[in-house]
């Protein structure tokens, strides 16, 4: 998977305005592949100004078009490009600990939350509005200067961005995801865990979104879960496969990307050992049982 943080930050043919960690981006669509996986350790919000994206999570899909904006958490995702209208988009980067000292700035937000994240999934859409779409504006504006402005002015405009999605109550859902940065490591490792387990990431990519050492990663999970991150993994990723196979008519290589592993071979190996059979076998056991 490309981590797309890393991957807009460092490529020369985006505009861009960056200060430490932060990071706005004109993005226009590059790539050939209609279906392609990303990652980012950073969360990001994407405003589309034309054409046509879907971002999926684990259960769900987020179609946006013109005009609208999604929320991404730090994380994985499978996107689909359309490929009527050239995708244009404006990426905001905002990683934790930019959010989590906005809070603490602004501590009389801390009062707000609301309740449990259980429900809520790894993609959030925003609802446009007046001030936010004036807001993107101001931005396109910033990113077309031929000199780049001063970084306290650009930490301001993050934190812009920040208290108009904190002061409405239309935008409480992402509110509270901000307040959940602030609660403990083991926490924030089990929410990332339960919205990332079905993509091909690394044990070291989940350590890094979780803000921990691989080893300090491994134990805390250990203590947390009481098996390991890969065997904890494997046998999500299985259980993920079994209800794409009984759900859908999907190609057994799309179950296997779709479910997070490394490839269909492997898919087909890991899903025999713990089966005894293979996952065509198993979908036409489970659509005939009688046979």
């Not at 932060?22 to 100004?49: H, I, P, R």
């Not at 108009?164 to 509270?176: A, I, N, R, V, Y």
């Not at 196979?245 to 899903?271: A, K, W």
Request: hydrophobic residues 40%.
């Amino acid at each position: 998977m490309v981590n797309l943080y890393s991957y807009l930050k460092e490529d020369g043919n985006f505009r861009k305005l960056e200060v430490n960690e932060l990071l706005f981006v004109e993005y226009t669509c590059m790539q050939e592949e209609t279906k392609f996986g990303l990652w980012s350790d950073s969360n990001y919000l994407a405003f589309v100004l034309s054409g046509k994206k879907m971002w999926r999570s684990i259960y769900h899909d987020y179609i946006v078009d013109e005009g609208e904006i999604l929320f991404i958490k730090k994380g994985a995702n499978l996107t689909h490009q359309f490929f009527d209208d050239e995708f244009c988009a404006i990426f905001f980067f905002i990683p934790d600990d930019f959010i989590k000292a906005f809070l603490q700035k602004n501590s009389s937000l801390l009062e707000d939350a609301s309740g449990d994240l259980s429900a809520q999934d790894a993609v959030l859409r925003v609802a446009p509005d007046q001030l936010l779409n004036s807001y993107c504006s101001s931005v396109i504006s910033y990113l077309a200067l031929e000199e780049k402005p001063n970084e306290q002015l650009l930490k301001l405009k993050f934190e812009e961005l920040l208290l108009s999605l904190c002061t409405k109550e239309q935008h409480q859902d992402l509110k509270d995801y901000f307040l959940s940065l602030c609660q403990s490591q083991e926490y924030q490792m089990s929410r990332v865990m339960e919205e990332n387990f079905g993509y091909n990431l690394k044990v070291e990519d989940y350590a890094q979104l979780c803000h921990m050492s691989l080893s300090k990663f491994k134990k805390t999970f250990k203590a947390h879960y009481q098996t390991t991150p890969a065997a904890w993994l494997k046998q999500r990723k299985l259980d993920l496969a079994l209800h794409r196979l009984r759900t859908t008519d999907l190609p057994i290589n799309q179950v296997s990307f779709e479910s997070g592993f490394e490839d269909p071979s492997h898919f087909i190996r890991v899903f025999k050992q713990k089966h005894g059979i293979t996952p065509l076998q198993y979908r036409q056991k489970a659509v005939n049982p009688a046979k």
